[in-house]
């Protein structure tokens, strides 16, 4: 059977930052932040060039083993089969390591530029299989489903598959990050995770997730009590222990701090008016952004 065809022109794919759990939302709530990855993809004659600028480009691989190029290639076989050479450029902004879901970009760009690049392939992977595709590669659903959808997202598991709905936060939210010098591992983070947590929390946090939905979207006033979390951002302290500090100072002037993702970096949910205030209250140690929301997720884009 005849393998697929593809593109003979480049294809740009233009991924955002996400920050995933939100406080109470451990491993289901996502959101998309206005800070982007670009990844130019162009199929060629033969082997793999890889050209990697900004965020990265002093460490990452440039071959095989590098998480775009492996997500490109699962993405590939499922659409049929390999092309005989690939020419990647990457131009990353997201940082690595601070819980701003870089990992999670990478691989929404590698999927959504295979898909792109082939001809009829968003016939053979939709959105919802982008989705599943992208959770078995990262492992959980929470970041990806965000970079791939935009707004907010609720994503989980049914019967083994990834799902995931989004939602548009309200539009008076703006996301401040104040992002450490340092990363952590998220391996090192989930490995600070208990087993077993009391009942009450659990409790806790059901309900605050449940609130959150409601304060994102639409009264974010109630964000405060909303991002509330008794499940993972205190075990992780030992990990980051100016992090959780900074979440402390930060929600005891009555700002909705959380840990984003695993971590190290604070994301802060404030109103528009209030922004730049809260973006100077971090202090030494910490780079403070004001960022947008992103509405539209991972994207294809002209070239010029």
């Known amino acids: 059977m005849a393998g697929p065809a593809f593109r003979a022109a480049a294809v740009r794919v233009r991924v955002p930052a996400s920050s995933a759990n939100l406080g109470p939302g451990y491993d289901a709530f996502g959101l998309a932040l206005g800070l982007y990855d670009d990844v130019v993809v162009r199929v060629a004659d033969s082997g793999l060039h890889v050209d990697i600028a900004g965020e990265g480009a002093e460490g990452l691989p440039r ?6 190029v492996r997500s490109l290639r699962t993405a590939f076989d499922l659409l049929g089969g390999q092309p005989r050479g690939l020419e ?6 997201i940082p690595h ?20 690049v082939t001809i009829g ?32 997202t609720l994503a989980w598991t049914d019967a083994g598959a990834a799902r995931a709905i989004r939602m548009d936060p309200a539009d008076s939210i703006v996301p401040v990050v104040f992002v450490p010098g ?5 391996e090192t983070a989930r490995g600070l995770l208990p087993r077993t947590v009391p009942h009450v929390d659990a409790a806790v946090n059901a309900g605050r997730a449940a609130l ?21 951002q205190e075990y992780r302290a030992p990990a980051m222990p100016d992090s959780v500090r900074l979440v402390h100072r ?8 959380v840990v984003s993702g695993a971590g190290p970096t604070v ?24 960022l947008a929301l992103d509405a539209g997720g991972a994207s294809v884009l002209p070239l010029s």
């Open 267 to 290: 994301l802060a949910l404030v109103e528009d008016g209030a922004a730049d205030k809260v973006a100077r209250l971090a202090g030494d140690g910490w780079a403070a952004n004001r």
């Open 63 to 68: 071959d095989e083993s590098h998480l775009l």
């Open 97 to 116: 390591g601070r819980g701003l879901g870089s990992s999670s970009a990478a691989i929404c760009a590698g999927i959504t530029a295979a898909r792109a």
């Open 121 to 152: 392939g968003a016939e053979k992977l939709d959105d919802a299989a982008l989705v599943e595709l992208a959770t078995e590669i990262e492992g959980h659903p929470d970041n990806v489903a965000a970079c791939l959808l935009g707004g907010f």
């Open 182 to 186: 340092k990363p952590v591992l998220t």
């Open 250 to 257: 930060l929600r005891a002037d009555g700002v909705p701090a």
């Open 212 to 232: 959150l939905v409601e304060a994102l979207t639409r009264r974010p006033e109630l964000l405060l009590a909303a991002t509330e979390d008794r499940l993972h």
């Open 88 to 93: 990647v450029v990457c131009a990353n902004r």
